[in-house]
């Protein structure tokens, strides 16, 4: 089992940056392929990135494609979400999500495929 705690939200005015976080412990946090997903105000839960336990397999949304970058640190147990030229549509709660891959190193992009979730952190965006 993991936990997840997710940290670095806050209000940003558009074009500017800012970096996610998301802390995993467990004994085999590294093991688990992880992904970010965001959830603005009356809208459904939709999928941002994604990586492998690895860290060497990656995939981003295509409207986030270019602007945002997952990465991972394991020696660090701990997810990064870099998001670039940020737009008011981007507004949300972000969530960092974990799965233990089920065969290979692979990365997951639908929702219902993770099993562990944060509390979600905040991220505005001003025009």
């Known amino acids: 089992q993991v936990q997840l705690v997710e940290s670095g939200g806050g209000l940003v005015q558009a074009g500017g940056s800012l970096r996610l976080s998301c802390a995993a412990s467990g004994r085999t946090a590294s093991s688990y392929a992880m992904g970010w997903f965001r959830q603005a105000p009356g809208k459904e839960r939709e999928f941002v990135a994604a990586i492998n336990w690895s860290g060497s397999s990656t995939f981003h949304a295509g409207s986030m494609k270019g602007r945002f970058t997952i990465s991972r640190d394991n020696a660090k147990n701990t997810l990064y979400l870099q998001m670039n030229s940020l737009k008011p549509e981007d507004t949300a709660v972000y969530y960092c999500?974990?799965?233990?891959?089920?065969?290979?190193?692979?990365?997951?992009?639908?929702?219902?495929?993770?099993?562990?979730w944060g509390q979600g952190t905040q991220v505005t965006v001003s025009s």
């Open positions: 999500a974990a799965v233990l891959p089920r065969g290979g190193n692979v990365y997951y992009t639908e929702l219902y495929e993770y099993h562990y």
